[in-house]
């Protein structure tokens, strides 16, 4: 899997993708990244990538040149779809990072400002994509979590497989309670059935606890 971001910070990617999972994987050969500098791709003395808005309004634009550009050249290395990360986009879950994960690469372009012109969208065929029903500064970080979704499903990048497998979302539901040593902290005790060793009581009692879970925490949260 190759990931291609384009941004006007392409130094936010080093160090979160040298750590971690993501950072193996990097190692590894099992996916590659390229943070590009958009400002590569103007042709004025300011390298300015923005401008004032059509029609008024607060705020600057993304000029569609150098952004086209940019993502022209990387098409050269890369045949994957094109993401702009917009907050109004399609919301990212898991389904669709799965989809996202099967494409032999993904080139990302994180907007700033007031938005790209959407003649880029239309002239790439790019995809807008959202992290969720909140704006942030800048689309880094969404390219961040949009390639960290995606890259832990590439075959290999995440150790054990069983941990796929058990994803809270893989299969809708929401995950059980985790406990590890001591059994007994403070006075919280680990729940009896977890030391049983009875795996059919211990897969019953998770499927039980899993059930619904974010629903009862989000209730639990509410009524404090
Ligand atoms: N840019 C600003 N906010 C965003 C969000 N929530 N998702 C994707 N891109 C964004």
Redesign the pocket.
């Known amino acids: 899997m190759r990931y291609d971001v384009v941004s006007i910070f392409p130094g936010m990617f080093g160090t979160v993708f040298s750590q971690g999972v993501i950072g193996r994987a990097v190692e590894r050969g099992l996916i590659e990244l390229h943070a590009h500098d958009l400002r590569e791709h103007t042709h004025d003395r300011h390298r300015q990538v923005d401008d004032m808005p059509f029609g008024g309004g607060p705020g600057m634009v993304m000029k569609p040149e150098p952004v086209i550009e940019a993502v022209e050249a990387i098409r050269a290395e890369n045949r994957g779809p094109v993401i702009l ?3 109004w ?1 399609e919301l ?1 879950d898991q389904k669709l990072a799965a989809e996202l994960a099967q494409e032999p690469g993904l080139i990302i372009v ?2 700033r400002y007031e938005g790209i012109d959407d003649r880029v969208r239309a002239a790439l065929g790019a995809r807008e ?11 880094e ?2 390219a961040m ?1 949009i390639i960290d979704a995606t890259a832990r499903l590439v075959p290999g990048v995440v150790g054990d497989p069983g941990s796929l497998a058990q994803d809270s979302f893989s299969d809708e539901m929401s995950g059980w309670p985790q406990y590890t040593r001591p059994a007994e902290y403070r006075g919280m005790a680990v729940p009896d059935v977890l030391l049983s060793g009875d795996h059919a009581r211990i897969r019953q009692w998770r499927r039980q606890q899993a059930a619904g879970r974010r629903v009862l925490r989000t209730e639990e949260v509410k009524n404090r």
């Open positions: 990360t917009e907050p986009g990212l994180c907007g994509i959202s992290i969720g029903g909140y704006v942030l500064s800048g689309g970080i969404p979590v």
